[in-house]
C-alpha cells in the first residue's frame, strides 16, 4: 500500500470532510444495526411472544443491560397491548422500525455526500498536479514516453485512485464499525450462540484475502494496456491525413485490435478473479448461516434459552454481518487497484527533471555581448550528435546553421533553449553558463519559431497570447503586420476571433508560419532562434514568409536553421555544419570564393 500512501496526502486539504464522513458512518452503523433489532419488538407483539411485564424495571448497570432492554420493552408492549389493544402496538412498533431504517439510509447519504468532497477533491488536485508536472518534464521524457501513456495516467489511473478513495474509508471505519455494533448486538441477544459464530469467520476471511493476492498485478497490467491503447487512438488521429492516403487503415486496424484483444484477455482474468470473490464469500456466508441455523435451531426448541423472535433478529444480524465483510474484501480489492494505479501516477510526479535549475540560479533579463558555444558535445541515445562545436554569436548578428539533414542544426537550437542540457563543454550567455541562470529569464530571453509551425486549437487571438498574455489588440495587430499575416487574419470570417481548428489546420502551410513568426515579434526578445520550415511554399507565401523573417530579425541576435539560400545570403555568418561539426564558416561571398562544402550546396541549391 505504500504508492497509496503517498497519495493519501492529497486527501490533506479535505480532513474536514473525512471527519464529517466519518461520523456521519457512526451513526450509520449504528443506527444500521438498531434497525434490525428493532425488528424484535415488533415480532413480539406479532408472536403474541411478549412476557406480561407490569412493573417498570431498574437498571442495575452495564452487565445486564441486555435483561435490562429486554424488561424495558417487555413492560412498554404489555402496557400499549393492555390500554390500546395488539394493533394499535403493532403500528407503534412498525413505526419504530420504519424510523430506524430512515436514519440509518439518511445518515448513509450524508457520510456519502460528504466524501464526495474528498474523493473529487483529490481527483480535481491529482489531475492538476500531474498536469504541471507533465509540463514540467523535459522534451526528452517524451521521445521515449508515448503520449497515450501520460494521457492514460492522468485520466483513467486517476479515476481508479478516486474510485479507491471512497473504498479506504469505507475499509477502515464504516464496515468495522457497522461489524462492531452488529457483534455487540448478536452478543446482547445470545452469547453462546455468538462465540460459536466467531470460529467460523476468520475461516471466510482467509478464503477471501487468498484470492486478492495477484490482484494487484492484474490491474497494474490492465492500467498499461490501457496507456498504449490511447496512444494508438491519439496517433491515429495525429496521422489520419496520412492513414487514409497511404490505405494503411488496416495496418492500424490490427495494430488496434492487437491491442483490445490483450486488454480483452487481462481484463477477463482481473474480472473473473473479481467476480469469484462475491460467490465465494456469499455461499461461505451461507454455509455458517446453516450451521447457526442448526445450533441456534436447537437452542429455541430444545433447551428453551433463545426467543424464537430473538432467534430471527439474531440470523438477521449474522447475514446482516456478512454485507461489511463482503463490502471489506470487495473494498480490498479496489484499494489494490488503486494501489496499481496510484504507483503509475506517482511515477509520472516523482519523475526527475534532468533539466534542473541550480538553487540560486543568475537572475538575468537582459542580453548585453555574446552567446558562447563552447566544445559543446551532446548525444541522444548512442551516438554524438554534436561533436566539439564550438561558436560565437555576438549581440546584433544573424547568424545563419546550414548543413544536411541530420546534421545537428535543431539540436543546437534544442541546446540554446535548454529543451536538452550539453553532455561536455558548455553554452554561456553574457559569460553565463545557461544551466546557472533561471530557466524563465533564459527563454524569455529567447523567441522561438519552430521547424513544424506549433499551433493550438484556440483563435488567432487566444495562439498569439501564448507569448504575451496581457498584449493589447493594437499590439497583436502589429506583431501580425510585421509577420505579414494582418491581411489573411483580418479576412477570416470572424477576424483575430476566428478559431485556426487543431493545430492549426484550417490554414495553410504558410499562413501558419506566419502566425507563428507573428507569436515571437509578439513576445519582442532580445535573441531569436528560428528554424525554418524544410517544407516548400509556393512563390507568393514564400515571398511573405521571408519578407516576415527579415523583419523579424532586424536589430535582433538571430540564429537561423535556413534553408532558403536568401536568407541565408543576408546573414553576417554562415555556418556549415556537417555530422556535428562546423566545417566551414563565414560570409557569402568568402565561402563561395572557398570552393568548398558551402559553394557545392548553393551549386545544387540543396539546404536541407
Ligand atoms: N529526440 C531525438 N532522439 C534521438 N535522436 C534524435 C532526436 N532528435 C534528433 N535526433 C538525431 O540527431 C541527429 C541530428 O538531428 P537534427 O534534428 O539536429 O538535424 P537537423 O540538422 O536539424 O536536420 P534537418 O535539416 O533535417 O532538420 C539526427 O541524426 C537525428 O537522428
Ligand atoms: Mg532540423
Redesign the pocket.
Known amino acids: 500500500m505504500k504508492y497509496f500512501r503517498s497519495i493519501i496526502h492529497f486527501a490533506k486539504p479535505y480532513l474536514g470532510y473525512a471527519w464529517l464522513n466519518i461520523i456521519a458512518n457512526i451513526f450509520y452503523a449504528l443506527f444500521g444495526t438498531l434497525a434490525f433489532v428493532s425488528l424484535m419488538p415488533m415480532l413480539k407483539v406479532l408472536f403474541q411472544n411478549a412476557t406480561k411485564v407490569t412493573v417498570k424495571p431498574v437498571y442495575e448497570g452495564l452487565g445486564s443491560i441486555g435483561q435490562y432492554s429486554e424488561d424495558v420493552m417487555n413492560y412498554y408492549i404489555s402496557q400499549q397491548i393492555e390500554t390500546q389493544g395488539e394493533i394499535y402496538a403493532l403500528t407503534w412498533m412498525i413505526v419504530l422500525v420504519i424510523s430506524t431504517f430512515l436514519l440509518k439510509n439518511l445518515f448513509g447519504y450524508t457520510a456519502l455526500y460528504f466524501i464526495t468532497f474528498l474523493r473529487n477533491g483529490v481527483l480535481k488536485d491529482l489531475r492538476n498536479e500531474v498536469y504541471r508536472k507533465t509540463v514540467a518534464l523535459p522534451i ?1 521524457y517524451y ?1 521515449e514516453k508515448r503520449k497515450g501513456d501520460t494521457l492514460a495516467r492522468i485520466s483513467s489511473d486517476i479515476l481508479e485512485i478516486q474510485h479507491s478513495f471512497l473504498s479506504i474509508l469505507e475499509l477502515l471505519v464504516r464496515e468495522p464499525l457497522m461489524i462492531i455494533f452488529t457483534i455487540v448486538a448478536m452478543l446482547l441477544i445470545s452469547a453462546k450462540l455468538t462465540i460459536f459464530v466467531f470460529i467460523f469467520i476468520p475461516l471466510s476471511g482467509f478464503a477471501i484475502a487468498y484470492i486478492g493476492k495477484s490482484l494487484k498485478q492484474k490491474s497494474g497490467r490492465v492500467q498499461k494496456e490501457q496507456g498504449i491503447f490511447l496512444s494508438i487512438v491519439e496517433e491515429t488521429l495525429g496521422g489520419l491525413k496520412i492513414i487514409k492516403g497511404f490505405n494503411a487503415q488496416q495496418q492500424f486496424q490490427d495494430r488496434f485490435e492487437a491491442s483490445t484483444k490483450r486488454f480483452f484477455r487481462f481484463s477477463n482474468r482481473l474480472m473473473h478473479r473479481q467476480s469469484l470473490a462475491l460467490p465465494i464469500s456469499e455461499f461461505l456466508g451461507i454455509l455458517v448461516i446453516a450451521i447457526l441455523l442448526w445450533f441456534g435451531g436447537s437452542m429455541v426448541l430444545v433447551d428453551k434459552t433463545l426467543a424464537p423472535e430473538a432467534f430471527i433478529v439474531y440470523m438477521g444480524l449474522a447475514y446482516n454481518i456478512l454485507t461489511p465483510a463482503k463490502a471489506i474484501s470487495k473494498a480490498s480489492y479496489s484499494v489494490k487497484k488503486g494501489n496499481a494505479a496510484a504507483e503509475r501516477v506517482l511515477e509520472v510526479l516523482t519523475t526527475e527533471t534532468n533539466i534542473k535549475e541550480i538553487e540560486n540560479p543568475v537572475s538575468k533579463k537582459t542580453f548585453d555581448e555574446a552567446i558562447e558555444l563552447k566544445n559543446i558535445r551532446f548525444r ?2 548512442q551516438d554524438w ?1 554534436l561533436n566539439n562545436m564550438s561558436l560565437k554569436i555576438a549581440k546584433g548578428q544573424t547568424v545563419a546553421l546550414v ?10 537550437a ?1 541546446l540554446l533553449t535548454r529543451f536538452y542540457d550539453v553532455a561536455e563543454g558548455s553554452i554561456a550567455l553574457d559569460g553565463h553558463d545557461i544551466r546557472h541562470m533561471r530557466i524563465q529569464d533564459l527563454r524569455g530571453l529567447m523567441g522561438l519559431v519552430t ?1 513544424d509551425s506549433i499551433l493550438f486549437n484556440d483563435t488567432v487571438y487566444g495562439n498569439l497570447l501564448v507569448a504575451k498574455p496581457e498584449a493589447t489588440e493594437q499590439e497583436i495587430l502589429d506583431a501580425l503586420e510585421v509577420a505579414n499575416a494582418k491581411e489573411f487574419v483580418l479576412d477570416l470570417p470572424e477576424g483575430l476571433h476566428t478559431n485556426i481548428g487543431d493545430g492549426g489546420n484550417k490554414l495553410s502551410g504558410g499562413q501558419k508560419q506566419r502566425l507563428s513568426i507573428a507569436r515571437a515579434v509578439l513576445k519582442n526578445p532580445p535573441i531569436m532562434i528560428l ?1 525554418e520550415a ?1 517544407s516548400a511554399l509556393d512563390t507568393e507565401s514564400e515571398r511573405l514568409v521571408q519578407d516576415a523573417l527579415e523583419k523579424m530579425m532586424q536589430n535582433r541576435t538571430s540564429v537561423v ?1 535556413a ?1 532558403r539560400l536568401s536568407t541565408i545570403q543576408k546573414a553576417d555568418l554562415i555556418v556549415v ?1 556537417s555530422k556535428g561539426q562546423i566545417v566551414e564558416q563565414g560570409k557569402h561571398e568568402e565561402l563561395l570564393e572557398a570552393q568548398g562544402i558551402y559553394h557545392n550546396l548553393v551549386r545544387m541549391q540543396s539546404f ?1
Open positions: 526528452s521521445s541522444y541515445e550528435v548543413g544536411q539533414s541530420g546534421s545537428g542544426k535543431s539540436t543546437v534544442n521547424q528554424d524544410t536553421i534553408h555544419m536541407q
